[in-house]
């Protein structure tokens, strides 16, 4: 079984992993990284898979592979890749579609004070989150949730069903129809720039604080200051 992983961060790291544990070929498309990302680059090189950090497209794919895993890939994929597998190329995305299709669906779903997120492996077809369902899963968001470890919860658990759904692929599984009319799409970039705006609900502010923090990346800004907690915003606005 040939398999073309284009993945990306720890989550990317442990599709293969889990791929070469059942035997099959991997060629690994991926995206360099910083220090703060784990690297899927450096693994490669260390289990000696091929791999490059160029786009997946028709004229640089190795070999012609019975499936491809998309594991936090930040391209989008064309049609001439999705045809060559038939189809059999499928996606996860750290949200419950059709909610909070495109990028940053945790960080949104914080702000936008849902109870629930979770994860969706989805066939990939043109559209941008569009594909049929394969396997959906929920999680709570709890009060105490900052996108660094909402993110991880989300995506280890996740991790746990990456094999099975590849085995409802390979087997042909249809997966069931997302309703097109229902949810959002949100653009790459950071929401609202991570700037706050004072006229925000108190509640929306102490969500969006929690929703910008992953560091190394910048905190929560007001003004010419970053903002880390609730209680240092208020006395920022107190002073």
């Not at 992983?5 to 690994?28: H, P, S």
């Not at 559209?127 to 900052?146: A, M, P, R, S």
């Amino acid at each position: 079984m040939k398999v073309i992983l284009c993945g990306y961060n720890w989550i990317g790291c442990k599709a293969l992993t889990e791929l070469l544990d059942q035997g099959y070929e991997v060629y690994v498309y991926t995206h360099e990284n910083p220090y703060y990302v784990n690297s899927l680059i450096d693994l490669c090189e260390k289990l000696n898979v091929g791999y490059t950090t160029n786009k997946i497209n028709k004229s640089n794919i190795p070999f012609i592979p019975n499936i491809i895993c998309s594991i936090y890939y930040r391209y989008i994929i064309n049609k001439e890749i999705i045809d060559i597998v038939r189809g059999k190329i499928f996606n996860l995305h750290p949200s419950l579609l059709p909610k909070y299709k495109g990028c940053s669906s945790i960080t949104w779903a914080l702000i936008n004070g849902e109870n629930k997120t979770g994860f969706t492996f989805h066939y990939i077809d043109q559209g941008i989150d569009t594909g049929n369902i394969i396997l959906q899963k929920e999680i709570n968001i709890e009060d105490w949730d900052t996108q660094i470890d909402l993110y991880h919860r989300v995506m280890y658990e996740a991790s746990k069903y990456f094999l099975e759904v590849l085995q409802m692929v390979i087997k042909g599984f249809v997966g069931y129809t997302q309703d097109a009319a229902s949810g959002n799409y949100y653009k790459r970039g950071c929401p609202y720039n991570g700037e706050i705006d004072s006229k925000w609900p108190l509640d929306k502010i102490e969500r969006f604080i929690r929703a910008m923090y992953y560091p190394p990346l910048p905190f929560a800004k007001y003004g010419d200051d970053y903002v880390k907690t609730l209680s240092e915003y208020k006395k920022l606005i107190n002073k």
